[in-house]
Nanobody
């Protein structure tokens, strides 16, 4: 049984930092590409950051220079370090595991940036 569980969300002031974690089980984690997505109220889900099984990364333009995605295969975990947070970063953040044709999502964790 595959489980994808996000953690680390919460309420933070503008300019603050959070680190999200995503732990996946039931898959061969090291072969999966991993991604963080977010969905704000009334908006479509969008890609925030992506890391391949080989460690290559890419980011949405809106988070470049502020967010960092990383993974530790020995822990079956991917992270999203978010710095200099802005109110527009407020959203539910979802973790995605992809190894075609397998594609798995977590339940999401809420991130709220507000003073």
């Amino acid at each position: 049984q595959v489980q994808v569980v996000e953690s680390g969300g919460g309420l933070v002031q503008p300019g603050g930092s959070l680190r999200l974690s995503c732990a996946a089980s039931g898959i061969t984690f090291r072969i999966y590409d991993m991604g963080w997505y977010r969905q704000a109220p009334g908006k479509e889900r969008e890609l925030v950051a992506h890391i391949t099984s080989g460690g290559s990364t890419n980011y949405a333009d809106s988070v470049k220079g502020r967010f960092t995605i990383s993974r530790i295969n020995a822990k079956n975990t991917v992270y999203l370090q978010m710095n200099s947070l802005k109110p527009e970063d407020t959203a539910v953040y979802y973790c995605n595991c992809n190894w075609h044709p397998n594609n798995y999502w977590g339940q999401g964790t809420q991130v709220t940036v507000s003073s």
